[in-house]
């Protein structure tokens, strides 16, 4: 699937006020993902993609009644983040994982039987664990906090956070006994947002990779949303959002590099070689930018040097503003 120019790719609202029947909503909730929201003002890809995996817990478990398991500490090295998630209902439909099948079943498992219990359960697995039968194969020692019946409106109001692009956080439960250290709040940031402005084969191809990975972009090319010495009308760029422009005309940047500058994107690439560089600096520097601000302009983009083919760049390009973007985790 290519999307046209002007379009946005995918979308970031996670809550469920979409106009769809209860049905549809329940289906949404139990499959993780979103479909676009038919009251938008601008047209939508009619692709589902699924959530960031770093929500699809919260979602599954804010739709009904399900525990939360929280990875709350990490006793060596781990495929995993601390604060990972995985959401298990009654009926053993799950959300999230662990990275491991076998302990995603043994969760499902003790969350039911907290479930039944009504008592949250802090379990460990591997390293330090009781159960000699359970083991991991990394070696290291995991704390899984097991939260049989997370508080909702706590669940709805970290949504609302992240629907209006808000950092938020969900206090856990841990024993009073719990060693210290392990994971007391667990912390969300927006998903990933890319505004792309450009044209030409690489842009399509970029868009068509973000899409695969279940990243919205907005795209605007010169024609479709652009026009040249104007900034984007109707663009919002905000700290979890990256800003590129792939342009062969750099007459294109000027405009668009000071209204991107303007903002608090977390990443501003712009494409071009070595005289593009030093003659955009030279613009942006004679209209009055600083260096600080001129610093934050990655050129060349991407992480594989001197990629030529338009596949090659986009993959590149689009695994140095998701390698930004995990920096950004408050979770490490």
Not at 202 to 216: F, H, K, N, T, Y
Request: charged share 25%; glycine share 10%.
């Amino acid at each position: 699937m290519v999307a046209e120019p002007g379009l946005i790719v995918g979308h970031e609202t996670i809550s469920l006020a979409f106009d769809i029947p209860v049905r549809a909503a329940n289906q949404l909730r139990r499959n993780c993902i979103w479909r676009e929201d038919r009251r938008s003002r601008r047209a939508m890809s009619q692709r589902s993609l699924p959530p960031s995996g770093d929500h699809c817990a919260l979602l599954h478990a804010a739709g009904g009644e399900a525990a939360l398991c929280t990875l709350v500490g990490i006793d060596g090295s781990f495929s995993r983040r601390v604060g990972t998630q995985l959401a298990v209902s009654r009926d053993g439909t799950r959300a999230g994982d662990m990275a491991d099948k076998c302990l995603d079943d043994e969760l499902v498992s003790q969350s039911l039987a907290a479930m039944a219990e009504g008592r949250p359960r802090l379990l460990r697995y591997g390293r330090g664990s009781p159960a000699v039968d359970f083991r991991l194969p990394c070696g290291s020692g995991l704390d899984i906090l097991i939260d049989p019946a997370p508080d909702r409106a706590a669940l709805a109001s970290c949504i609302a956070d992240l629907d209006a692009r808000r950092e938020a956080a969900l206090p856990l439960p841990l024993p009073e006994d719990a060693a210290p250290g392990l994971l007391g709040e667990r912390r969300y940031v927006p998903r990933l947002r890319l505004v792309l402005m450009g044209a030409g084969i690489e842009s399509a191809a970029l868009v068509r990779l973000a899409a695969a990975q279940g990243i919205p972009v907005e795209w605007r090319e010169p024609g479709q949303g652009l026009s040249l010495g104007q900034a984007p009308g109707g663009v919002a760029a905000d700290a979890w959002t990256a800003v590129l422009l792939l342009f062969h005309d750099h007459e294109w940047e000027h405009a668009l590099l000071d209204w991107a500058l303007g903002t608090p994107a977390f990443y501003i690439g712009a494409q071009g070689g070595a005289p593009a560089r030093e003659e955009r600096l030279r613009r942006l520097s004679a209209a009055g930018h600083t260096d600080a601000e001129l610093a934050r302009i990655t050129s060349p983009v991407g992480l594989i040097p001197r990629a030529r083919d338009p596949a090659v760049l986009a993959l590149s390009v689009l695994a140095e503003i998701v390698g930004a973007y995990e920096g950004l985790h408050p979770h490490r």
